[in-house]
């Protein structure tokens, strides 16, 4: 199962911004802004691939020395439930590891929980609403 860190601005980073706007951002009617875009560039970008297909995809986005952000957590269709997630969540964790990274935090949506509990992440404080859906923060100790 081949992971790689992707370069931004790359044509795996498009397949990644493509991925993800089909998986999370269509279905809520949203799109990204080149803003949004410009300001993954100091990001870790993380793909999975199949025979060259991106299949899944997530960011890590530092928050403080020893704090990583994952967001954008995407998996294509038809294919969830199948590992990839678990493996992509892996690599990332050992990433943020390498880099320093003590505390990894995400805000998962709320249909995410079990998934997210089940790698040893928890809930911290109250649901709320970003991008018009139910989410948690979680988090969990590198």
Do not use: W
């Not at 706007?21 to 949004?36: I, N, S, V």
């Not at 100091?42 to 704090?67: P, R």
């Not at 269709?77 to 990839?84: F, N, T």
């Amino acid at each position: 199962m081949p992971l790689q860190i992707i370069d931004h601005g790359s044509v795996q980073h498009q397949q990644m911004v493509e991925l993800r706007f089909q998986m999370l951002r269509k279905p809520l009617g949203l799109t990204f802004t080149k803003e949004d875009l410009e300001a993954e560039k100091n990001d870790i970008l993380i793909g999975f691939f199949d025979d060259g297909k991106l299949e899944g995809c997530c960011i890590l986005t530092k928050q403080d020395a020893k704090t990583v952000k994952l967001r954008q957590m995407a998996v294509l269709s038809g294919l969830q439930g199948k590992g990839i997630g678990r493996v992509l969540m892996t690599f990332a964790e050992n990433i943020a590891r390498d880099r320093g990274y003590r505390k990894l935090t995400m805000h998962a949506r709320k249909t995410a929980l079990g998934f997210y509990e089940k790698l040893g992440y928890s809930a911290s404080g109250s649901e709320f609403e970003e991008v018009t859906i139910p989410h948690f923060e979680m988090e969990k100790e590198l």
